[in-house]
């Protein structure tokens, strides 16, 4: 391949999730232009030595964009820019969440999300959001005095709360999340003592209970208050996790 093939990558700085580093970098050069639509991307060989990374992680990167559309592979001939490379959907794959910086990101993209959807529930919510908001909150309280993780009982009540907006739009946005919008492998409940464990479980039952009962009470300046504090004292928890592994 051609020098000036070459000069579209820089070296990717050694990270936690190098997969992720080097499809942001293609993703960004096919955004901005400088990989055309119907361009051939150099080859895996080409990739590796202008990156530094291994074949693997090139290949992981390749796959993920053409998961998202913006390039097609062509037998024998190798990867080509699509020739529409406008992504046709938004998606979070757990991958894309390897790192706690990654996390931090999607906690921040769901604070401006969820602090609108909350006030809107608190003023649109009906009877029955209350009675599904009530189940999901029960299961969640549930698994978290049984010691689990409750992750998929945190995500069903959070996706309640859309739900009550009356605005099938963020439920759908939402939907792009899952399960994963925080990881299990970094709450790390395996590394906390019983009693630290215990506190946890306190401190989630606490917040999920005060976002439930402004939305309950129709209390929009409230309900807005409480996620807000909720997932800001999420991002901080992740942050000192990070900070103290660093």
């Not at 070296?11 to 992720?20: D, F, G, V």
């Not at 991307?41 to 796959?63: D, K």
């Not at 009962?213 to 300046?221: K, V």
């Amino acid at each position: 391949m051609a020098d000036k093939d070459n000069a579209v990558f820089n070296t990717i700085q050694q990270a936690p999730n190098l997969r992720s580093n080097l499809a942001d970098m293609l993703t960004a050069q096919i955004e901005s232009g400088d990989l055309k639509p119907g361009q051939r991307l150099p080859t895996e060989q080409a990739i590796m030595t202008a990156t530094g990374v291994s074949r693997t992680i090139v290949r992981e990167a390749l796959a993920a964009l053409r998961a998202k559309g913006l390039i097609t592979t062509r037998q024998g001939l190798g990867a080509f820019v699509s020739n529409d490379p406008t992504p046709r959907s938004f998606s979070i794959i757990p991958n894309d969440l390897q790192s706690i910086d990654e996390v931090l990101r999607v906690l921040e993209l769901r604070m401006g999300v969820e602090y609108e959807a909350a006030g809107l529930a608190a003023l649109r919510r009906t009877q029955e959001d209350i009675d599904r908001m009530q189940d999901r909150l029960d299961a969640l309280d549930k698994a978290l005095e049984q010691g689990g993780y409750g992750a998929q009982e945190d995500y069903a009540f959070h996706r309640s709360i859309l739900v009550a907006t009356q605005n099938s739009y963020y439920g759908r946005l939402f939907d792009t999340f899952g399960n994963i919008m925080v990881p299990r492998q970094w709450a790390r409940l395996d590394k906390m003592t019983s009693a630290e464990r215990k506190r946890h479980a306190a401190r989630m039952r606490r917040e999920h209970h005060a976002i439930f009962a402004a939305i309950r009470d129709r209390d929009e300046p409230a309900a807005r208050r409480a996620i807000r504090s909720h997932l800001s004292k999420s991002a901080a928890r992740f942050e000192e996790l990070r900070d103290a592994t660093a």
